[in-house]
T-cell receptor
């Protein structure tokens, strides 16, 4: 069975500092990988996705993620965070030819002034 | 503007009562999904439907039921058989292929006492 693990449940970070959110997946087949963001009391929005090609993926709001097949990881990074980046972030994986996303447990980012 | 509408935003019920959560989309998407969100557990798939009049159980379908009589609508009923129904419920839709991200509604927070 496919699983997605987000290693940090909470990440406090100061404004303008960099942040990295870790995500590892387990799958014996090719997967497509996604990062979603959820602001308080809202649904999720897509930040970025990896389908194929370049392993460095750039998304909205200055976020980027790197696919590392050998380490089965898809870590999310932003070089300088804003207060408005305070939210919960979810990593998700979809098996190639599959139709169900598997989500990680989420990482709550709290940006402090 | 196209999107997904979930109603109501907050819902309170007494234990032992069935309750139906509404989800409507005007994105002309084929596939629709119901997820349950609990703190620290990410999103877990309850039911999904890839076409009208057809739906499949997700990972935690027990105690829930759905229908898909119209393309735009995918209501979820939380029955009295669901042992722990208090949660945040998210509806999502997608065109159905892996290139298309999930579009989420803003969720319904159900509290059962």
């Amino acid at each position: 069975a496919q699983s997605v693990t987000q290693l940090d449940s909470q990440v406090p970070v100061f404004e303008e500092a960099p942040v990295e959110l870790r995500c590892n997946y387990s799958s014996s087949v090719s997967v497509y990988l996604f990062w979603y963001v959820q602001y308080p009391n809202q649904g999720l929005q897509l930040l970025l996705k990896y389908l194929s090609g370049s392993t460095l993926v750039k998304g909205i709001n200055g976020f980027e993620a790197e696919f590392n097949k050998s380490q089965t990881s898809f870590h999310l990074r932003k070089p300088s965070v804003h207060i408005s980046d305070t939210a919960e972030y979810f990593c998700a994986a979809l098996k190639a030819a599959g139709n169900k996303l598997t989500f990680g447990g989420g990482t709550r980012v709290l940006v402090k002034p | 503007d196209g999107g997904i509408t979930q109603s109501p935003k907050y819902l309170f019920r007494k234990e032992g009562q069935n309750v139906t959560l509404s989800c409507e989309q005007n994105l002309n998407h084929d596939a629709m999904y119901w997820y349950r969100q609990d703190p620290g557990q990410g999103l877990r798939l309850i039911y999904y439907s890839q076409i009208v009049n057809d739906f499949q159980k997700g990972d935690i379908a027990e105690g829930y039921s759905v229908s898909r009589e119209k393309k735009e609508s995918f209501p979820l009923t939380v029955t009295s058989a669901q042992k722990n129904p208090t949660a945040f419920y998210l509806c999502a839709s997608t065109q159905g292929d892996y290139n298309s991200p999930l579009h989420f509604g803003n969720g319904t927070r159900l509290t059962v006492t």
